[in-house]
């Protein structure tokens, strides 16, 4: 069975740095990954879908990269805003995601 | 373009009672799920939809839980009877369908407590 790790659970930064989250997943043997961003008390939001033959995907300051081998799969936020503070989970797999548990950002002005 | 809908947003019922959530999709998006979101867990896949078929319901409680996509559209899930380890919030997402996984629409959740 599919098992994501998210590290760290909680991050806090100041604003204007740049900032990696990390996925991991057991089974590399995934159809895509996906990273969302949830608000509170809100559903989620898809930032980026990274087919698994794709190495990255790049969204406006967002960049997700893949790397299927070794289970690992990486957010990386430039320049971070405070309007960037949610919960950030990722997911693996395709129709059958399993999600972590999520990164929990803060963004201080 | 609306989005997907859920209702209602907010639940509060007793042990042992029934309940049930709708959800409409986005028009035209032949897959639904219904996931459960445990407070600081990120969400768990109940039942998967293609069309008006449950092709995954591997992770849904048969003994109390029940879903139905009537005509491949809306969608209910229901509980009965209610335990107090049912409080979670209840996602639905849809997505196109198209073979080869692709981007999840989620809705804003039902947020049940059990009492």
């Known amino acids: 069975k599919q098992e994501v790790t998210q590290i760290p659970a909680a991050l806090s930064v100041p604003e204007g740095e740049n900032l990696v989250l990390n996925c991991s997943f057991t089974?590399?043997?995934?159809?895509?990954l996906q990273w969302f961003r949830q608000d509170p008390g809100k559903g989620l939001t898809s930032l980026l879908l990274?087919?698994?033959?794709?190495r990255e995907q790049t969204s406006g300051r967002l960049n997700a990269s893949l790397d299927k081998s070794s289970g690992r799969s990486t957010l990386y936020i430039a320049a971070s805003q405070p309007g960037d503070s949610a919960t950030y989970l990722c997911?693996?797999?395709?129709?059958?995601?399993?999600f972590g548990a999520g990164t929990r950002l803060t963004v201080k002005p | 373009e609306a989005g997907v809908v859920q209702s209602p947003r907010y639940k509060i019922i007793e042990k042992k009672q029934p309940v049930a959530f709708w959800c409409n999709p986005i028009?035209?998006?032949?897959?639904l799920y219904w996931y459960r979101q445990n407070l600081g867990q990120g969400p768990e896949l109940l039942i998967r939809?293609?069309?008006?078929?449950?092709?995954?319901d591997s992770q849904l409680p048969k003994d109390r839980f029940s879903a139905e996509r009537l005509k491949g559209v809306d969608s209910t899930l229901k509980i009965q009877p209610a335990e107090l380890g049912d409080s979670a919030v209840y996602l639905c997402?849809?997505?196109?369908?198209?073979?080869?996984?692709?981007?999840?629409?989620f809705g804003p959740g039902t947020r049940l407590l059990v009492l």
């Open positions: 997402a849809s997505s196109l369908g198209r073979k080869g996984g692709e981007t999840q629409y």
């Open positions: 939809y293609e069309n008006e078929e449950a092709v995954d």
């Open positions: 990274i087919q698994s033959s794709q």
């Open positions: 089974d590399s043997a995934i159809y895509n």
């Open positions: 028009s035209g998006h032949n897959t």
């Open positions: 997911a693996a797999g395709g129709n059958d995601m399993r």
